[in-house]
């Protein structure tokens, strides 16, 4: 028995000083743990931060009440300023519409200008969408119906109020208001006079919240939501169009990861003493490892794209120039990233343990497994410093939005200047390190 815990001790001494082993136990599920706790509501705090960009064309009362109740949602960021003009100007549905097609925005309520109209009873809105990701369209849509439905009713009853007065003038209104004051409180008690006044102002408590099919059916008669998809209509397979990109990434990370920490496989046969006493130097070396790796991550992009092709019908044909600059860009970076951990990690081990955290980490924040709009705010910000989000981001333009080089170019030059950055770094590392002495 003494043997085994001697030898017990010493598995527990190796498993201690191995640093990639402990971060795979224990740091990265308590990350991932915490990123699917926030996602999913197991924290208690939910989606935050959404941008809906809200259009009023009109001065119907219910366009300010509805907006009113929106920006009391935490989850919804609520737009409806210009920001990017010198002067703040409320936003229009023509701006909404181009952003909408950028991708800039994902969601605008409109309220047009027949939003009340003395033909009809009732309210009609306009929703515009660009549902890139499912999850967070059903959440969009879930909590605008719910907030729409709550608030919308109390606008009717003073519209109701301004109505009733015009046509059978305010002192007939406020003798039948004064009636059913009364016959209201001798029903149900109460004070008459509160109760008057309630119904004057249009504020007489209703059960909004009510889930049973008439009342639904009522509100929907009443409520007119327009639905149109702006961007992505055309596309034929849209769950496979926006997952493959962030999938694919994943894959490719952990792909070129491994092909670049094979540099210490090759330092411990001695292959770069036989290539360095040869007229070959050094960053020799490096370029060939990095234009190996653009080669096997544009094969490796071409080979998942094409398979989804065949497989789900994802579009690649029409837009394919900019799909080839986009894989072109995600596999320079990429590329760069596995050369980053094989310069600053010790050991291939070390390399590798660092490699499945940060590429689990970069996925989970960066959009791969779901939308970043459902973190947390901070998350949110720090999941734009991924190679993984720009790469997704490319990917959705080009294979969701059909867009035009121009407008690809500036992710392009994040995801290269990104790559540039990081090489710099890393030569600098395997220049004033020892993986090749």
Known sequence: ???????????????????????????????????????FGVSGDGPSGIPLAVVSETN????????????????????????????????????????????????ALIFPPDTESDDRFGVRLKFLENPRNEIETQTVRGLLEKTIFTSAPQAFLASLQKRASKAIGQPNLDQFNHSLAEAIT??????????????????????????????????????????????????????????????????????????????????????????????????????????????VGLVQLGALFTAGHFLFGIDITTNLGNLILICFAASSACVAFGMLLAAIAPTSTAANGMGTFLILTMSAIGGAWFPTSLMPEFIQHLSKLTIVYWSIEGFLQVLWANCTTLELLPTLGILLGIAAVVNIFSIWRFNHGQIFE
Not at 16 to 33: A, E, H, N, Q
Not at 77 to 103: C, F, M, W, Y
């Open 60 to 107: 119907a009362p219910v366009a300010a009440t509805i907006t009113a109740a929106l920006q009391k949602e935490k989850a919804l960021r609520i737009i409806t300023t210009d920001t990017q003009a010198k002067e703040s100007k409320p936003l229009s549905e023509a701006q909404v519409r181009e952003r909408l097609r950028a991708g800039s925005l994902r969601f």
């Open 186 to 295: 001798k029903a149900f008690g109460g004070d008459a006079n509160e109760t008057y006044a309630r119904i004057s102002k249009g504020t007489l408590p209703t059960n909004t919240g009510a889930s049973s099919t008439s009342g639904n059916s009522f509100l929907d008669k009443l409520i007119k939501i327009d639905s149109e998809q702006v961007t992505g209509a055309q596309v034929k397979s849209p769950m496979a169009t926006r997952s493959v990109g962030g999938w694919a990434m994943m894959f490719l990370l952990f792909s070129l990861s491994g092909a670049a920490t094979s540099l210490f496989d090759e330092k411990k046969v001695g292959l770069y003493q036989r290539l360095l006493s040869a007229p070959v130097r050094r960053t020799h070396i490096l370029w060939s490892k990095y234009l190996f790796g653009m080669l």
């Open 1 to 39: 028995m003494r043997t085994i815990f001697i030898l017990l001790e010493g598995e527990v001494r190796r498993f201690l000083r191995d640093k990639s082993g402990l971060s795979l136990t224990f740091l990265v599920p308590i990350v991932l743990i915490y990123i699917f706790g926030h996602v």
